[in-house]
């Protein structure tokens, strides 16, 4: 027996408490589902989870579940990984096995394992995770994809999306009239730190912009094996006392303080990127965004109404986006309140969720015909 009778909505899920950005993407928008009407199911190498056993106990658990909810469809959640693509794949072989409606939802997307699975994994995928009823993608390029390896299903494209909490009191008028008595330009590049996240690139442009006088300064936040290297190298470029400061990782208020008060976010990755959620956030937070169109950012981002695309990874092609932003306070305020109320129409949790609720109907009103 399928769960078409019911309206429960099965989803696996990371476990909630560990840090992650699938798990921060469903404490956001968890909430705003109908009570009792999406179980989550948290799966995955959690220290609760099992220890080494942990992907056999992850296939049992999810059995049991299925058959005890008897969902109306259920949701998988994987990374185009290694792990999470044969984990994921059991998943959705049992899901199909039983009978039930199928959603995949593709969080991470390794531009690398791509190729792998076109190589070694395609009949893998097409006998597992390809049965699925429907898709969803952060970003045209994986719907491309999908449909090279045979998926014939709908395929939705969706965003991250960014809690409501975070935002508690601020307004982005009064970020922007603080700007112009302040007159320093403070900016932001929030990430883990990782090479290709583009933060040496970005210490060098702002070095470029201050040699030409610029009053900016630049704030680092985050943690990564190679913090005291990047640290090592801002010595090298002589930066003056408060030019440039490294926070270290932050969260909570710490988090929402640093975005309520820089006026540019810098994040030049040239990563394997899904959505970025901290772009989407500095966009909430008013804020002009410097980035190059990796993933879902190459669908979504407006340039020259959200900041600015770069599109090599040279520090001089940064810095001339900085520049372009910064040569215009008046704009520079246009395009930050711009990003707060297009972030308030599309990115915030509540949004998302109603939107995933419409596919899950969607799809439920397709398998019935």
Excluded at 182 to 195: P, T, V, Y
Excluded at 260 to 278: K, M, Q, R, V
């Amino acid at each position: 027996m399928t769960g078409l009778e019911s309206s429960r909505i099965l989803i696996t899920v990371p476990c909630l408490q560990d840090p992650g950005g699938v798990a921060s993407f469903y404490n956001g928008i968890l909430p705003h589902f109908p009570q009792g009407q999406v179980i989550p199911l948290e799966i995955g190498g959690s220290k609760r989870s099992g220890g080494l056993l942990y992907p056999l106990i992850d296939q049992i658990r999810f059995h049991h579940t299925v058959k005890r909810v008897n969902p109306a469809l259920i949701h998988l959640n994987p990374s185009l990984i290694s792990k999470s693509f044969f984990r994921d794949g059991l998943f959705a072989w049992q899901a199909k096995k039983m009978g039930y409606p199928l959603l995949i939802f593709w969080h991470g997307w390794c531009g690398g394992y791509e190729s792998v699975v076109e190589k070694r994994y395609l009949g893998f995928f097409r006998r597992t995770l390809g049965l699925a009823d429907g898709f969803i993608v952060l970003a045209s390029e994986f719907e491309r994809r999908l449909r090279k390896w045979g998926v014939r299903v709908p395929i939705y494209r969706e965003t991250t999306n960014v809690e409501e909490s975070l935002l508690a009191g601020f307004d982005v008028q009064d970020k922007w009239a603080d700007f112009k008595r302040l007159g320093q330009i403070k900016i932001l590049f929030l990430a883990r730190l990782e090479r290709e996240k583009g933060m040496f690139e970005t210490l060098q442009a702002i070095k470029f912009l201050i040699e030409k006088k610029y009053p900016v300064s630049l704030t680092i936040a985050g943690d990564g094996k190679i913090l005291q290297e990047l640290k090592e190298y801002a010595r090298s470029l002589n930066f003056a006392p408060r030019q440039v400061h490294f926070t270290g990782d932050i969260r909570g208020e710490d988090k929402i303080r640093i975005f309520a008060n820089h006026h540019i976010y810098c994040f030049p990755t040239f990563f394997a990127e899904g959505l970025p959620t901290s772009v989407l956030e500095a966009m909430a937070f008013g804020m002009p965004v410097v980035t190059r169109p990796v993933g879902g950012l190459a669908d979504i981002f407006e340039d020259g109404k959200m900041g600015c695309l770069v599109h090599g990874k040279s520090p001089e092609e940064i810095a001339a986006c900085l520049e372009k932003i910064i040569a215009d306070p008046n704009k520079m305020a246009e395009v930050g309140r711009y990003n707060a109320k297009y972030a308030k129409e599309h990115f915030m949790a509540s949004v998302v969720a109603k939107r995933l609720l419409k596919i899950y109907e969607e799809l439920r009103v397709n398998i019935k015909r």
